[in-house]
């Protein structure tokens, strides 16, 4: 009998082992075949988002730059998040309408904007827009861009020089078109004729089409936007660059001297990024930036970018946050050398 209840409490023991190394092995973090894991927020709990669609705000018309950037983005992007990601356009104030809109909503992770830092960054430093970069939460950034300084390819200025020796000759008979007052394409042309004791008009025109096109007519003397939208233009030799920013000559455009080799160092890009209200819970916003990161590993989300001719620089929530005050002390700076801030 002794020996018998020895055996069962043996056999007992063996099973109740057994028993704890199963539930041990079922708590381990890897995921089971075929599955993945759960996002967790910081605290390590399951993070119940999204549930709902995502509205992605464009702060300018459809068929624009930004526009076409979002679009590119949000079917991967919908996939990716298993909801919808609804591009909604909001115009006006320069870019500052919508991403006011945006970051003003509720602070939920379901109404983001996607805007250059120009609206980001410029023009709520200059102007009352309801917003600031302080009072938002930075998701990422999509794409970094260069900007260049083109004129009509039936333009008297053949250079840079050309075009600062015909303003020096006449003050404010140089005319030149940016996407907007205080855009980061019209800071570096400022900056250039403050730096070469020349005075610009500048005409702003939000529409870099229509600009070109009056730019062709003769009716303008230079446009300064991003690159990119000069593509078409210099393809079919309707436009002449003059100029482009960058520590180096874009491999797209060799012929093309940089502003900075030209004696004008302005350490600025336009870039595109995505940002939401302040106070998103950061492990909402890094489900966000890691959800775009991963639709810019598509294959057809590349494609729709080199189409664009859009860099794909993908920049996280963490080391956008990190960036911004060093980018927003570089433009504060210019700005006051301009005399727009005191």
């Known amino acids: 009998m002794k020996k018998t209840c020895k055996r069962l409490l043996v056999s007992l023991m063996a099973t109740v082992m057994l028993f704890s190394l199963a539930a ?25 988002f999204p549930k709902q669609d995502i509205t992605l705000i464009v702060p300018y018309a459809a068929g624009g730059t930004t526009d076409l950037l979002a679009r590119a983005l949000t079917t991967q992007l919908s996939d990716d998040l298993g909801v919808n990601v609804i591009v ?3 115009e006006g104030g320069g870019g500052t309408t919508g991403t006011s809109q945006a970051v003003n909503s509720k602070a939920d992770g379901y109404t983001l904007a996607i805007c250059s830092n120009g609206g980001y960054l410029i023009n709520p ?21 260069p900007i260049a300084l083109g004129v009509a390819a039936s ?4 250079t840079l020089q050309d075009l600062i020796d015909a ?37 702003p025109n ?19 936007v991003n690159l990119p939208t000069f593509k078409s233009y210099t393809n079919d030799g309707s436009v002449r660059l003059l100029a482009v920013t960058g520590d180096e000559r874009d491999p797209s455009y060799p012929d093309v001297p940089t502003f900075k080799e030209l004696g004008y160092d302005f350490p600025a890009s336009v870039y595109f990024c995505i940002v939401g209200p302040a106070d998103i819970d950061p492990a909402v916003a890094q489900r966000l930036s890691d959800a775009v990161g991963t639709a810019m590993e598509n294959a057809d989300v590349q494609d729709s970018f080199t189409k664009l001719e859009f860099p794909m620089s ?17 433009y504060e700076g210019i700005l006051k050398d301009l005399g727009i801030l005191s």
């Open 125 to 145: 430093a200059i102007n009352e827009v309801g917003y600031t970069w302080e009072t938002t939460t930075p998701i990422c950034i999509v794409s970094e861009i």
């Open 24 to 48: 041990c092995s079922g708590s381990s973090n890897q995921p089971a075949s075929g599955g993945t894991p759960a996002s967790t927020s910081p605290g390590g709990a399951a993070l119940d």
């Open 88 to 90: 909604q356009n909001v």
């Open 167 to 203: 303003a020096a000759a006449a003050p404010g008979s140089v005319t030149y078109v940016s996407p907007g007052a205080n855009s980061t394409p019209h800071l570096l042309v400022a900056a250039v004729g403050q730096q070469a004791g020349v005075q610009w008009n500048h005409s």
């Open 314 to 330: 993908f920049t996280s929530s963490e080391d956008f946050a990190a960036r911004i005050p060093g980018d927003f002390a570089l």
């Open 155 to 158: 333009s008297p200025y053949e």
């Open 206 to 224: 939000s529409s870099s089409p229509a600009a070109i096109a009056e730019l062709i007519g003769g009716h303008i003397d230079a446009v300064s």
